[in-house]
Nanobody, 125 residues
Framework: QLQASGGGLVQAGDSLKLSCGAS????????VAWFRQAPGKEREFVAA?????????LYTDSVKGQFAISRDNAKNTVNLEMNSLKLEDTAVYYC???????????????????WGQGTLVTVSS
């Protein structure tokens, strides 16, 4: 079971850190991703990090240099640090995980077997 947390109401330009925790799953050996869904839009890929022996990271173009995904293996969490937030970053953010995801599928929501419930990030002007 995945649990996403850290969402909230912030102003444009602020920073926020989301965390994804797991029970019954070990992130260390799985690919973990963040997706988001804005009101009236489809769910889109944000970022992903591969398992510990690879740690390859992938970001959607719109958040490169702005967001950073990282692991905390001791806490079995994956974090998404979001900086310089923009109005268009407003969305429900979901974490997802699965093992054995090939690099070309890291941004494919259908490749992920387990999903958290989502945490709402609202960016105001």
């Amino acid at each position: 079971q995945l649990q996403a947390s850290g969402g909230g109401l912030v102003q444009a330009g602020d920073s926020l850190k989301l965390s994804c925790g797991a029970s019954g799953l070990t992130f260390r050996t799985a690919t973990v991703a963040w997706f988001r869904q804005a009101p009236g839009k489809e769910r889109e890929f944000v970022a992903a990090i591969k398992s510990y022996n690879n740690n390859n990271r992938l970001y959607t173009d719109s958040v490169k240099g702005q967001f950073a995904i990282s692991r905390d293996n001791a806490k079995n969490t994956v974090n998404l640090e979001m900086n310089s937030l923009k109005l268009e970053d407003t969305a429900v953010y979901y974490c997802a995980t699965s093992r054995s995801i090939i690099d070309s599928s890291m941004n494919n929501n259908q490749a992920y077997a387990y999903w958290g419930q989502g945490t709402l990030v609202t960016v105001s002007s």
